[in-house]
């Protein structure tokens, strides 16, 4: 069975400081991997993807991922934090095949300090 | 191009009532996913439509349905409301190709609230 963990319900950083939201996952066969983020009272928005080739993901808003097989990771990191920045973050892993399902992990807040 | 949309944005119902919860995927798309995110937790999934047929439902009782209409839009139905059922309802859509690895754009989100 798939599963996501995001270690940290909580991650502070200042403004202009480089962040990470840590995300590990578990699967049986190739994972896809994904970042979202959340905004109060709002969907999701897809931030990035990780399908296969190149294990450094380029994003939206500066986002970046790096998938590492060994680690079984996909932490999601950005140079440079803005307080726009703020808001609650999900990864979400799916197995290969269809009909295999979206797994999210709980979700990382991230708080961007000015 | 539009994206995902879904509506009523809220909904307050009493205990024992029928809620019916409607979403419109972005054109072209043909899987429609839907989630229950309830205060405090994460993202659970509920049911998954491709092609008008029901591919996958998560663990959540029978009184959780849906249908996805020829168009490709979709409805969820809960029956017989309870208070723990208050949480919002996700949409969400994709290509709907094989293999898995197409993305899931979400719409904003059903408010329920069971009173």
């Known amino acids: 069975a798939q599963s996501v963990a995001q270690p940290e319900d909580q991650v502070n950083v200042a403004e202009g400081n480089p962040l990470t939201v840590k995300c590990t996952y578990s699967?049986?066969?190739?994972?896809?991997l994904f970042w979202y983020v959340q905004y109060p009272n709002r969907g999701l928005q897809f931030l990035l993807k990780?399908?296969?080739?190149?294990?450094l993901v380029k994003g939206s808003y500066g986002f970046e991922a790096e998938f590492n097989k060994s680690q079984t990771s996909f932490h999601l990191k950005k140079p440079s934090a803005l307080v726009s920045d703020s808001a609650l973050y999900f990864c979400?892993?799916?197995?290969?095949?269809?009909?295999?399902?979206?797994?999210f992990g709980p979700g990382t807040r991230l708080s961007v300090l000015p | 191009e539009a994206g995902v949309t879904q509506s009523p944005t809220h909904l307050i119902k009493t205990r024992g009532q029928q809620a019916t919860l409607r979403c419109s995927p972005i054109?072209?798309?043909?899987?429609v996913y839907w989630y229950q995110q309830a205060l405090g937790l994460g993202l659970q999934f509920l049911l998954w439509?491709?092609?008008?047929?029901?591919?996958n439902r998560g663990n959540f009782p029978p009184r959780f349905s849906g249908r996805q209409f020829p168009n490709y839009s979709s409805e969820l139905n809960v029956n017989a409301l309870e208070l723990e059922d208050s949480a919002l309802y996700l949409c969400?859509?994709?290509?709907?190709?094989?293999?898995?690895?197409?993305?899931?754009?979400f719409g904003p989100g059903t408010r329920l609230t069971v009173l």
């Open positions: 969400a859509s994709s290509l709907g190709t094989s293999g898995g690895q197409d993305t899931q754009y």
């Open positions: 699967v049986s066969g190739n994972p896809y």
């Open positions: 990780y399908i296969t080739g190149d294990n």
């Open positions: 979400a892993v799916r197995d290969y095949g269809y009909g295999q399902n979206f797994v």
């Open positions: 054109s072209g798309h043909t899987s």
């Open positions: 439509y491709d092609e008008g047929e029901e591919r």
